[in-house]
């Protein structure tokens, strides 16, 4: 696709899909990890703004001086900016005032694009619109937290919706050897993704399909929750220490598990893949099953075995540079390199990644008590 076609699409999506919002949900962060949608809409913008436009773009003059401090992220190499805890206590500037920057930028971005700009700066663009893409599905994790959250359970129009799992699950055998894993290919990747390179794996056994709410119900009855053998000892705490009993958004109403979804309120339904898990759940029902989770890579060996796709999938693999890895200069190379530590490695994709955006290498990462993504578990042995 066209750059500038490729950008503008991505961009409208975003408005689009956050336009069911009532105003006031805009501005709501009901937890230090959850950031509110009127942020991931500025914040989005000023990723083009502060590294395509800036930079690139001839007698470019910035919307606001303030918006860099005010939607920066994690980016210390362009400068200071609002704590992530902080995000939620913005009433300015209006979520009115956010769209106009977004209009601005838009306007300014169409120009560039349209006057062959550099290989460096295509690049960067293509980067900002992956980036874009990533908080799009962020949103949904967010405004579900947001909505959850509260006494009524409010809906909002969405399409992002789980299917279910109606036939058995089978083991997909995978021989011992050694394989290359890593991205390959003139196509987009992260840099978290090359240095492709050998690894050595044994014979192993992985199911075809994802864990249902069936089957951690059986879990949860069995006590799970209350067998600390089952657990690491950091998971042991977590759940203690939040007298977590179940999944996020899972409730017991007169003995019968319910949950929240984006369309509403209601028992849990047995047959969808159990979502909302901690890597310290998944770690304990896969031990209680007397299994264990894949490992990045051979997740990575037999994905185009499995039906995967509707939820990321925790895997046993810590975060960790491939061999060679490097970090580019700037702020840009803080977009992966410096979060490789105490955090584990997802694969695959969810029902809110957006469409093409996903691939057998890509490698997503959460810390493991992380419970609000749209992760599930998929068993190995």
Partial sequence: MDILLAYLDTRQRFKYITKPLEIEDYSVQPADFVSPPKWHLAHSTWFFEQFVLCPFAENYTVFNDDFAYLFNSYYNNAGQRVLRPNRGLMTRPTVAHVLKYRTYVDEQMTLFLKDNPSEEAVNTVKLGLQHEQQHQELFYYDIKYIL????????????????????????IS????????GHQG?????????????????????????????????????GGYQDFNLWHAAGWDFIQNNEYKAPEYWHQVDGVWHSYTLQGFGPVAPNLPVQHLSFYEASAFAEWKKMRLPTEFEWEIAASKLEWGQLWEWTNSAYLPYPNFSKAEGALGEYNGKFMVNQMVLRGASVA??????????????????RWLFSGLRLAK
């Fill in 353 to 370: 990644t957006v469409k093409n955006h996903s691939r057998l290498t890509y490698r997503n990462f959460f810390h493991p008590n992380e």
């Fill in 186 to 222: 003139d196509e987009f990747c992260f840099d978290n993704e090359l240095g492709r390179h050998k690894v050595y794996l044994n014979a192993f056994e992985i199911s075809n399909q994802l864990v249902t709410n069936a089957e951690y119900i059986e879990f949860i009855e069995a």
């Fill in 148 to 171: 959850g959250n509260q006494p009524t359970f409010p809906v909002i129009q969405n399409s992002i919706k789980l299917s279910e799992i109606t036939t058995p699950s089978e083991w």
């Fill in 174 to 181: 995978i021989e011992e050897g050694v394989y290359e894993v």
